[in-house]
């Protein structure tokens, strides 16, 4: 604050930033800005939607294929013999679709954090929306896209014959350390993002990498490197794939102690990228 005092003298008064406050603090304001801004993120949410399959052939049938058409690869690269998965108590193609799915809400949910600001620059500059709201709006999307995919895996699971497991109707649940895991990542790289802008596509191509020590597509029984398994094993990743698909299917699982203990880090990550949001979100009006 700055005053001229009575000697016609420019004072400038500092006072302690409300934002140096605590990982409580940010929990509560994420809260607060989100809620107050519930209406705001609702009509952001409709208006993508509806633009993202106006425009294409299919129309809203795009939503229901979309989970079937990112595994095509692998069912292909698995029917040609190329992909050797292993054995599991599962049909492949439902092994696949699950596992994809559950990783997908990792990169979708980070990816859509992550450009949240940017998409919504304009709003930025002329409102004073509160910066979370916008950063999170796009995750209405992928919320949807779980929901809709739901419905994909629901028709795959009678295909194949088997009827799902309780635990299906606690899907989002389940899958909610993954999306925990890209929000905190996104909302760090919502703010880092506009100062470096190659840290989100260095990212998005870490996570591509990591897959590859995650069994989404394959068993771990079937890899033999004693170092690869290494990887597999200390990777928490593995648990928050391995578990849920395992309840959905057989309605039981192996280190569901694991899985509650990650999902547990996950909420930590979860609170420690809102504070780094908080600490570092005024740079971004100043970058866009």
């Known amino acids: 604050m700055r005053f001229v005092d009575s000697d016609g003298m420019a004072v400038t008064i500092y006072q302690p930033n409300e934002r140096q406050g605590g990982f409580i603090w940010g929990i509560r304001q994420a809260f607060s800005d989100i809620h107050a801004s519930r209406h705001v993120i609702i009509r952001l949410f409709l208006r993508d939607f509806v633009a993202q399959f106006r425009q294409k052939l299919l129309g809203y049938l795009w939503a229901l294929l979309g989970p079937l058409l990112s595994i095509i690869s692998f069912l292909f690269l698995y029917v040609a013999g190329v992909l050797q998965p292993g054995e599991g108590d599962m049909p492949y193609t439902l092994y696949v679709l699950l596992g994809s799915s559950i990783w997908g809400c990792l990169p979708g949910a980070m990816g859509a954090v992550s ?8 709003l930025i500059m002329r409102t004073r929306i509160p910066k979370i709201a916008l ?3 796009s995750l209405a999307n992928l919320c949807y896209s779980i929901m809709v995919g739901m419905i994909t895996t629901l028709i795959v699971f009678l295909f194949c014959g088997i009827v799902p497991t309780w635990w299906f109707l606690l899907y989002p649940l389940l899958i909610l350390p993954m999306i925990l895991i890209g929000l905190s990542i996104g909302m760090v790289l919502a703010v880092l993002g506009t100062i470096a802008k190659d840290l989100t596509p260095l990212a998005t191509q870490g996570l591509a990498l990591l897959m ?3 069994p989404v597509v394959y068993l771990r029984s079937a890899i033999g490197n004693p170092i690869i398994q290494s990887l597999i094993t200390y990777n928490p990743l593995t648990y928050l794939i391995d578990v849920p698909r395992a309840l959905l299917v ?3 699982a192996e280190n569901v102690g694991v899985y509650l203990m990650v999902a547990a880090g996950s909420v930590v990550l979860a609170i420690i990228g809102i504070r780094i949001f908080y600490l570092l979100e005024d740079l971004v009006a100043e970058r866009l």
């Not at 450009?115 to 304009?122: H, K, N, R, T």
């Open 212 to 214: 590859f020590v995650t």
């Open 135 to 137: 950063a999170v709006s």
């Open 250 to 252: 057989t309605g039981r």
């Open 115 to 122: 450009g949240g600001l940017q998409a919504q620059a304009d």
